[in-house]
Structures are given as C-alpha cells and as structure tokens.
C-alpha cells in the first residue's frame, strides 16, 4: 500500500506570496492531518480534516488555512508569506482503528521564505 | 503548547548500548506514541501505548507508561548506528470527534559505530 505523500518536496517562495502544499494519504484513511516543524518551536499542529470537513484548528493566524477533497487529498494554503513560515511542513493521515488512532507521516514539504 | 517533554535533548551511545529517552507530560490523555524523525524527513511511526497499558514492546523497543507520574520512556536495546535520528513522543489529547497528536522537542540520538 503506497504511503502518505506530499508534493512539492521542496519549495522557495518570497515575503507575500502565497502558496499551496497537497498531501495525498494512504488510501481509505479518511483523516488528515497538517503539522508545522521548525527548529524554534518543534511541531505544532495546524489543522485536521476528516471527510471534508474541518473538525480541529491549532493556534495559528487565518493565514494558514486548508480543505479536503472527496477523494481525501487535501491541501493546506497559507498567504502573505512571512519569514517565520519557513518551515518543515508534515502531512499524516489516520486510519480509525479499535478508538485509537496511529499516525502515518508523509516526507514532508520544506518551504523557505526569503 | 508542548505538551510531551523529552529528556534527555541529545544522546550520544556506542553501537551495541542501550539507549533510554523519557518523556513527560501534563494532562490526562488516551494514549501515547512515540516516533522516529531521520534528519529533517517524515515521521515514522513506532509505538503506541494506551493509557490503561504500563509497558509495551516492539523488537527492540521498550516503552513504559506510568499515568501516575504522567511520563512515558523508551528504550531501545543493543542500538545501532541506523537508530541515529531524533525521537519524539506525542501524547493523543484529543477529544470526541477529533484527533490531535502534541509532540515534545524531541531527543536526538547518536549512535557511534
């Protein structure tokens, strides 16, 4: 079964810009999940989607946002870019299995802002 | 907010020791996960142990959970140089109909050959 994958791999954007990162997940997981790693403050969740729907938002300005697809790809959208977005950008989907839920990673997206 | 804590921040093991990484947290929780980060690359996942378990096996890992204390360790027996990476644990917090994983900083292993 193909793993949780997220393109683009790499990415440099300028202060301002705008830009839009897509996370295919493991098929038949229904959740998905965006997390932020930098170095300063590790990982902080952004947000989670379950069958199109947004049902949990971490502490971040409306700049970052996100959907999800009916086929469960989803993409995540952040605007006026800022410095302090540079950052590792992970994407993990999960499985409903027995209540408890295990994550599985994409490779991540690293955008730099400059 | 960080909720998991590791300790200690780095390690730096001979191939063949035992490497032991602990984690502590502040709230109540369903269950906890520990993950495996090679330099600057997705998460692979290696351990969940719910919150009415005490101690969990996989190979060569070893977790504990004591609830009482709030803190979780992992221990990796007979390590080799692949187990270099960071580690980190995250604690499932979530509530009724959502899910939501809150990581500690992490531990960064090195394991010398």
């Known amino acids: 079964k193909a793993g949780v994958t997220q393109t683009p791999r790499y990415l440099i954007k300028t202060r301002g810009q705008q830009v839009t990162l897509s996370c295919s997940p493991i098929s038949g997981h229904r959740s998905v999940s965006w997390y932020q790693q930098t170095p300063g403050q590790g990982l902080q969740f952004l947000f989670e989607y379950f069958s199109e729907t947004q049902r949990n938002k971490g502490n971040f300005p409306g700049r970052f946002s996100g959907r999800q697809f009916s086929n469960s790809r989803s993409e995540m959208n952040v605007s006026t870019l800022e410095l302090g977005d540079s950052a590792l950008y992970l994407c993990a989907s999960s499985l409903l299995a027995g209540g408890f839920y295990e994550q599985y990673f994409g490779p991540g997206t690293r955008l730099t802002v400059t | 907010s960080q909720q998991g804590e590791e300790d200690p921040q780095a390690l730096s093991i001979q191939e063949g020791e035992n490497a032991t990484m602990n984690c502590s947290y502040k709230?109540?929780?369903?269950?906890l996960q520990w993950y495996r980060q090679n330099s600057g690359r997705g998460l692979v996942h290696l351990i969940l142990?719910?919150?009415?378990?005490r101690e969990k096996h996989s190979g060569r890992l070893r977790v504990t959970l004591d609830t009482s204390k709030k803190s979780s360790s992992l221990l990796i027996t007979a390590s080799r140089a692949a187990d270099t990476a960071s580690y980190f644990c995250a604690t499932d917090d979530s509530g009724a109909g959502s899910y939501q994983l809150t990581f500690g900083k992490g531990t960064k292993l090195s394991v010398i050959p």
């Open positions: 142990i719910r919150s009415n378990e």
């Open positions: 709230t109540s929780i369903n269950n």
